[in-house]
């Protein structure tokens, strides 16, 4: 989706993303956060709170994890 809509994120301000992870899909995290690294985002990553990833840290063959990505452009000027 971030791709798609490529230039016009400069008018964005402030954005969240619920990320999911899981183990038969492709990982996409880097592409997202490379994306809004070079439209002048800022973010933070956390998990969902009713989603917890057990600890000690484990993947399974079936692991399914869901993160929030919370952004905001620096370079917002609108």
Do not use: W
């Amino acid at each position: 989706m971030l791709k798609e809509v490529g230039a016009k994120l400069k008018l964005i301000k402030k954005l969240v993303l619920e990320y999911h992870v899981f183990s038969d899909l492709p990982q996409n995290l880097g592409k997202i956060l490379n994306i809004l690294d070079e439209n002048g985002f800022t973010y933070l990553i956390a998990e969902v709170p009713s989603v917890r990833m057990p600890i000690p840290f484990k993947l399974n063959n079936s692991y399914k994890y869901f993160n929030l990505i919370y952004a905001e452009n620096k370079s917002f000027e609108g």
